[in-house]
């Protein structure tokens, strides 16, 4: 009874699992605040500080961005406000994207159209 009680108290209280190496999909958790975000008016923040994305290259359904205050890069695809497809192209922040960050723009508000466009 004690150990079953542990595992209740464990899962209630836990951190949610993030991802944090270059290469590895994002959890469920971090897709859930991406897709949350584009519900609450389009403007992307990072799972990881809640910073501000910054629009990057993109290409068909695939935009990549960058935080504006850790530099955690992440590679984003999105159906309406669901995500499908989301990657880390960095290892987690806090770290500095050097002369990456001249492939950076503004905030992500195109996320936005594109959501308003398909729904």
């Known amino acids: 009874m004690g150990q079953k009680l542990l595992r209740i ?10 991802s944090s190496t270059k290469g590895s999909r994002l959890t469920a958790h971090e897709k859930k605040h991406l897709e949350g975000c584009l519900k609450r008016g389009g ?15 993109s290409g068909g359904m695939s935009l990549n961005c960058c935080c504006d205050e850790c530099g955690s890069e992440f590679n984003l695809s999105f159906w309406g406000d669901q995500a499908v497809f989301c990657e880390r ?8 994207p050097g002369e990456r960050m001249n492939v950076y723009r503004g905030a992500i508000t195109l996320c936005l159209v594109i959501h308003l466009l398909i729904t």
């Open 89 to 96: 192209i960095s290892d987690k922040g806090p770290r500095d």
């Open 43 to 57: 403007i992307l923040t990072c799972p990881d500080c809640k910073g501000a994305l910054l629009e990057g290259p």
């Open 9 to 18: 108290f464990g899962k209630l209280f836990s951190k949610p699992e993030l």
